[in-house]
């Protein structure tokens, strides 16, 4: 659901756009996730930030894989790859549920 549908690779990959670096591929994944959440064109991946948030802030901890580097033993060398732009968006989520869930209870208390 959340994967990057642009990539620098010319074989063996299953994204759509092909562009000419890996940087250029999380940059476009970064804007398309962007327009897709904010612009209502959703295709689930909204709701699936929305239930990984969730899933955070029950469980404390969540893993995000993606193929292009090890996030348990990150090397230096690494570049950004689109698992950074879910987290990214995943905390900037949490913040948001936080804020709305803060001011819910504002309202709700009596005068």
Not at 45 to 67: I, K
Not at 79 to 102: P, Q
Request: hydrophobic share 35%; aromatic share 10%; glycine share 4%.
């Amino acid at each position: 659901m959340l994967g990057n549908p642009f990539t620098h690779l010319t074989k063996n990959t299953k994204a759509m756009y092909i562009v000419p670096t890996v940087e250029d591929a999380v940059k476009q994944y970064d804007n398309h996730l962007m327009k897709s959440v904010s612009t209502g064109r959703d295709n689930g991946e909204f709701n699936e930030l929305l239930r990984l948030a969730e899933l955070y802030q029950r469980e404390g901890v969540l893993y995000l894989s993606c193929w292009c580097k090890d996030e348990l033993a990150p090397r230096p060398s690494d570049h950004v790859c689109h698992a950074d732009v879910l987290r990214r968006e995943i905390y900037r989520l949490l913040r948001t549920i936080g804020y709305f869930k803060t001011l819910a209870h504002i309202w709700q208390k009596p005068q």
